[in-house]
């Protein structure tokens, strides 16, 4: 198996983004598709996670360090590939001097984003009907 990869990669060029979102929000956990598709994806930076050339995961970052989207299918999940694309995304939004990440996360994944490192910064509410609290990453200051 080669390695996982992670690229950053243009919203309009790649079907791939929207298959995913599509098949892990819209299809598997109900969203409505108003809710999934917004203006921020012209704008978001996008990215991409294949394994052997097969896309499996994907997730944004707006320029004000909000993390979103971050969907993994579910034959690519349990296999710490999660960890390596918002790992990506970290990291690419620490390149660009982003000096803090939030994100909204469903309940059933804070201990995900706590291990890497988000705090819970929230009391819980619903989004598309799914319980949810805001996470945010403040920086070690060097």
Do not use: N
Not at 11 to 36: G, H, K, M, N, Y
Not at 101 to 129: I, K, P
């Amino acid at each position: 198996m080669t390695e996982p990869l992670v690229q950053v990669v243009e919203w309009s060029r790649t079907p791939a983004l929207r298959d995913i979102r599509q098949r892990v929000f819209v299809d598997e956990q109900q969203v409505p598709a108003e809710l999934e598709w917004d203006a921020h994806d012209a704008d978001a930076t996008h990215f991409l996670l294949t394994v052997e050339g097969r896309p499996l995961g994907t997730a944004r970052l707006l320029a004000d360090g909000h993390i979103g989207r971050v969907a993994l299918l579910a034959k690519a999940r349990g296999q710490g590939l999660g960890e390596l694309l918002m790992r990506a995304v970290m990291a690419h939004a620490r390149s660009k001097g982003l000096p803090r990440l939030a994100l909204s996360a469903q309940t059933h994944a804070l201990g995900f984003y706590q291990r890497l490192g988000f705090s819970v910064c929230s009391e819980e509410y619903l989004d598309a009907g799914i319980p949810h609290r805001d996470m945010c990453l403040h920086w070690p200051t060097p």
